[in-house]
């Protein structure tokens, strides 16, 4: 009787924890379901309250992460950091948004400024409800949290991060100076190709490492020990018609790819509410959703790479440091001075900004006579990252959306769509400038006036299609652009590896499912691998000793970078190692361009596969030993460890063995064959159904170490399983282990 008892207990729906708050600012009572998976599921009376709650329960789930995010975005770090945080804070205050409010807020959504009011004060009424009781890291951390204003939700740092051109513009320039323009266009070619030229009057000399220090240590991970975390590598998505699905309906599944960090670095929310029913990920910093579906349609997104930056060597006069030569005229630097408050300081810091027209001065040389500035689509209204999804989040066709996505300037996104009337569409989304007279590809003289953008592209001339013949769509940061396209958005593409795997196993399918598509996002079959693979075969004969039976392993090996495999190992180690065997003189060649040589099979191939092993053997048995004793597996070698910022041990997790690379469609990149990136939120939306949506964030929804959500989903994760979307009422309530009712104070009279 008792076990029967027992039994029944267990298949019992748990019930919910009820939990009711007074919150002066709501205007009507707001229910929040929380389901299994930490996920809140906030239903409002009106907007206004929707992102009051949704800006509540992002603070109570990751108050934290919020304000650091805050202080990263907005030059507020030394005021809990002290003094070395000074260049970090300037920097932000530097590249902020300086031009029309109004058309600020306007350029998002027309209520993008109502929403972001009611989220940060959501937000500060959670901080207020504590009365000092913060979380755990705060007291690790020894400050306390701040208050929000509506505009720090515009911070441009987090678009900055996306938008890498001009880092790109200085690492190329300084490559050309040491190996030659002509190395550099055979080992580093640009896609679409077009030849190197150096600008009119930029002289090479005038670019050095010192140019984007600020700006990368202002972009990196904050830490309050040592170490930072990695870019991200690319990510994936796809679309497919119902004509190819099992149900009939398009199938929507997306991955972006980010720094894999703890907290995690989205959110997931379900908000609903008049004009709302929308459910997906976004940034916590952020109000709504950056990507996921409402009732009508579903979308997701991948980088796309459009050139959104560039920089420009101002001429200083020398008699003069407070004026640079533009057109034959000396013009005063605009400048602003800012006090910021420093811990440990009696005083506050007082810092210069300068500015030129064409943006923010980012570094300057006295001796040379040089300030430089950057140019950059985040200056202009609506540059702050996917705030504009406001906006998309709310369309319902195709015509819609597209028209949303013309809002959309940072960062620059392949958009994804699929609707339960069954199209399917994408759009290369994001501010394209026009450079009539240039590529874009360096640094270019400012004092001229010869390089200035002509305006943007409309959204008539970005890359799209709308029901493509095809009946699928993929992106996966690859290069796009249709046979034809006649207009330049940019030159950094990433390699067509993962596109063309997603495109191999979408290829026999005709009746797609979600399931298929869970496989297919785990998916670490390497083609690059494969290619190597091939390579390998045509020399075996002429290997010798441990090279051979090496080589005789990947041969027969499947590709897959699984973590059990030590072909897979031996194989990426063997060809990091063939690039400097190939290239010898320190120029890094991208992997098309390695693969391409061994391909050719020049003379001196065969030499520099046996040379690339020899090294590659050596590391691999300095790291774990004679390959005899069995632990060379890709596994041991390629692991991802999580860190909190606090560098507290409790709060991170240690190395978990991870599959797949940074060229596999479960990407996971990183330097030193570490994961540092990859897939962090994953989503596979079913038209047909939405309840059948699946979905998983990592490692979990809360960001407070004491949460039962704050590492749930790790393991499951780690996996390559998912959880269910549940996106009806009905669907939700069957999943909910938490109810929190937020009551404005009028209650309390009742």
């Known amino acids: ?212 220090r600020q700006y990368t240590a202002a972009a990196a991970a904050v830490r309050f020990g040592s170490g930072d975390s990695g870019e991200f590598d690319g990510s994936n998505n796809w679309v497919v018609h119902g004509a190819r699905t099992a149900t009939g309906k398009p199938i929507l599944a997306g991955d972006p790819h980010r720094p894999i960090q703890i907290p995690s670095l989205r959110k997931t929310v379900h908000l609903v509410a008049p004009g709302w029913n929308v459910i997906g990920a976004g940034e916590p910093a952020l109000p709504g959703i950056a990507l996921g579906h409402n009732e009508r349609m579903g979308f997701a997104f991948t980088i796309v790479g459009i050139d959104q930056q560039d920089l420009y060597v101002e001429r200083v006069n020398p008699q003069n440091p407070g004026e640079y030569l533009y057109r034959g005229t000396w013009r005063k630097f605009e400048i602003e001075k800012h006090t910021i408050s420093v811990k440990g300081a009696a005083t506050p810091a007082e810092v210069e900004l300068r500015y030129t027209i064409h943006g923010p001065v980012i570094h300057e040389d006295r001796q040379r006579h040089r300030a430089y500035a950057l140019r950059w689509v985040g200056a202009d209204p609506g540059g702050a990252g996917y705030l504009s999804a406001l906006e998309l989040c709310r369309t319902t066709t195709w015509e819609s959306f597209r028209a949303a996505a013309a809002r959309y300037r940072v960062p620059s996104e392949n958009l994804v769509y699929a609707d339960t009337a069954g199209n399917i569409g994408w759009i290369a989304a994001g501010a394209a400038p026009i450079r009539k007279n240039w590529s874009g590809l360096l640094p270019v003289p400012g004092h001229t006036g010869e390089y200035e953008w002509s305006g943007f592209l409309s959204v008539e001339q970005h890359p799209q299609k709308h029901n493509p013949p095809e009946q699928a769509i993929v992106t996966a940061n690859h290069n796009i652009l249709p046979s034809g396209y006649p207009h330049r958005i940019g030159h950094e593409f990433s390699a067509p590896y993962r596109a063309r795997r997603v495109e191999e196993m979408l290829k026999p399918i005709t009746q797609l499912s979600v399931a298929d598509c869970q496989r297919m996002q785990q998916d670490v079959v390497s083609l690059p691998a494969r290619r190597f693979q091939a390579v390998l075969a045509r020399h075996l004969s002429r290997l010798s000793g441990a090279a051979r039976k090496a080589a005789e392993e990947i041969v027969a090996w499947d590709a897959r970078m699984t973590v059990d495999s030590a072909a897979a190992a031996i194989a990426n180690v063997w060809l990091d190692r063939l690039n400097a065997a190939l290239f010898p003189g320190g120029l890094r060649a991208s992997m098309e361009v390695v693969l391409s040589k061994l391909e050719s099979g020049e003379p001196g191939t065969l030499e520099a596969i046996s040379e690339a092993y020899t090294r590659a053997y050596a590391d691999l048995e300095k790291r774990f030993g004679p390959a005899q004793a069995g632990g060379w597996t890709w596994g041991k070698l390629h692991t991802l460890t999580l860190r909190h910022p606090l560098d507290v041990p409790e709060y991170g997790r240690p190395p978990i063995p991870r599959p797949g690379d940074a060229n596999t469609v479960n990407a996971a990149g990183g330097s030193l064959f570490a994961q540092t990136s990859g897939a962090s939120y994953r989503q596979i939306l079913d038209l047909a159904d939405w309840d059948r949506s699946v979905m998983t964030n990592v490692p979990g929804e809360s960001g407070d170490p004491r949460s039962r959500h704050y590492a749930d989903l790790l393991d499951s994760w780690a996996r390559g399983e998912y959880h269910p979307m549940p996106y009806t009422r009905k669907a939700v309530e069957a999943a909910t282990i938490e109810r929190l009712h937020l009551n404005p104070e009028i209650a309390r009279s009742r």
């Not at 029944?8 to 009507?28: C, N, Q, S, T």
């Not at 945080?85 to 902020?96: E, G, K, Q, S």
């Not at 109502?114 to 755990?136: C, M, Q, R, V």
């Not at 040491?178 to 670019?207: C, H, M, Q, S, Y």
């Open 1 to 212: 009787m008792r076990r029967s008892l027992l039994l029944l207990l267990l298949f019992l729906p748990a019930i919910a924890a009820d939990e009711r708050v007074v919150l002066p600012g709501l205007k009507a009572s707001v229910e929040i379901l929380r389901d299994r998976w930490g996920v809140p599921h906030i239903y409002a009376g009106n907007t206004h309250d929707l992102f009051f709650a949704q800006g509540y329960i992002a603070a109570r789930d990751r108050l934290f992460q919020l304000d650091l995010w805050r202080r990263v975005g907005t030059g507020k770090l030394a005021e809990v950091l002290g003094p070395g945080a000074l260049p970090r804070d300037r920097f932000a205050r530097l590249i902020r948004f300086r031009g029309d409010w109004n058309k600020e807020w306007a350029a998002y959504s027309h209520d993008a400024r109502e929403i972001a009011t009611a989220f940060t004060h959501g937000i500060n009424a959670y901080i207020d409800s504590l009365k000092g009781a913060w979380p755990p890291e705060f007291h690790k951390a020894g400050y306390a949290p701040g208050h929000w204003q509506p505009e720090d939700v515009t911070a441009r740092m987090a678009g900055l991060v996306m938008t890498r051109n001009a880092s790109r513009e200085v690492s190329r320039a300084l490559d050309i100076r040491e190996f030659g323009i002509a190395t550099v266009n055979r080992l580093n070619p640009v896609d679409p190709a077009v030849p190197l030229e150096i600008p009119k009057e930029l002289a090479l000399e005038d670019i050095t490492q010192d140019i984007m």
